[in-house]
């Protein structure tokens, strides 16, 4: 291979689950549970410090982070219902977060305000994991953008064409444009 070139980017499903357990940042938990103070929704905030166990989530997994509640879906709803002990939760992340420090804190992040009792996701949910973890941006995140180009090549759609002026243009981003790169009309 020549100096000019790049190696071809390996696919998140070749990337190998680490010998290592998932590290823990234990300065995001304490962040997290300071912003979660008065959070009702956070119901399991008391305990959660305690609960949660970090896996590795299998390579062939099409999501970055996951978070498990042990207890039954019933079990769980009762014990949210009563405000108690959720019982283990595991958080699965992906391989691929170790090459990305940011996109791993923002991932844990995600998931632990899940386990915290903050299960759907929200604005509310959205805005404290951004204050605590904020994401990297597409530019600069060479995951994000493997990610994304991953999407777009298994995209049904590869190019955009304007139905007024006729311009056609190749597809970069996930969301489908609202105007014209060209007339600039909408859509």
Same mark, same amino acid.
């Given at each position: 291979? $020549?100096?000019? =070139?790049?190696?071809?980017?390996? %696919?998140?499903? &070749?990337?190998?689950?680490?010998?290592?357990?998932?590290?823990?940042? *234990?300065? *995001?938990?304490?962040?997290?549970?300071?912003?979660?103070?008065?959070?009702?929704?956070?119901?399991?905030?008391?305990?959660?410090?305690?609960?949660?166990? *970090?896996?590795?989530?299998?390579?062939?997994? /099409?999501?970055? $982070?996951?978070?498990?509640?042990?207890?039954?879906?019933?079990?769980?709803?009762?014990?949210?219902?009563?405000?108690? #002990?959720? $019982?283990?939760?595991?958080?699965?992340?992906?391989?691929?977060?170790? &090459?990305?420090?940011?996109?791993?804190?923002?991932?844990?992040?995600?998931?632990?305000?899940?386990?915290?009792?903050?299960?759907?996701?929200?604005?509310?949910?959205?805005?404290?994991? /951004?204050?605590?973890?904020?994401?990297?941006?597409?530019?600069?995140?060479?995951?994000? /953008?493997?990610?994304? #180009?991953?999407?777009?090549?298994? %995209?049904?759609? =590869?190019?955009?064409? +304007?139905?007024?002026?006729?311009?056609?243009?190749?597809?970069?981003?996930?969301?489908?444009?609202?105007? +014209?790169?060209?007339? %600039?009309?909408?859509?």
């Amino acid at each position: 291979m $020549g100096d000019n =070139q790049e190696a071809a980017p390996i %696919a998140l499903e &070749e990337i190998p689950i680490p010998h290592h357990e998932p590290y823990l940042p *234990l300065d *995001l938990v304490e962040s997290a549970l300071r912003i979660l103070s008065g959070v009702t929704d956070a119901v399991f905030r008391p305990w959660i410090s305690d609960r949660i166990t *970090l896996i590795w989530l299998e390579n062939e997994s /099409q999501r970055l $982070g996951m978070t498990r509640f042990e207890e039954g879906p019933n079990e769980l709803a009762r014990r949210r219902r009563l405000r108690i #002990d959720p $019982g283990e939760v595991t958080i699965g992340l992906h391989p691929a977060l170790l &090459e990305d420090e940011r996109l791993y804190n923002h991932t844990f992040v995600h998931e632990f305000l899940h386990a915290a009792g903050l299960t759907a996701h929200s604005s509310q949910h959205d805005e404290l994991t /951004q204050s605590v973890a904020p994401s990297p941006s597409m530019k600069n995140s060479r995951l994000l /953008q493997r990610i994304r #180009d991953s999407v777009l090549g298994n %995209a049904r759609v =590869q190019e955009w064409k +304007c139905n007024t002026c006729g311009y056609e243009w190749k597809r970069t981003t996930v969301r489908r444009p609202t105007r +014209c790169h060209k007339c %600039a009309r909408p859509l």
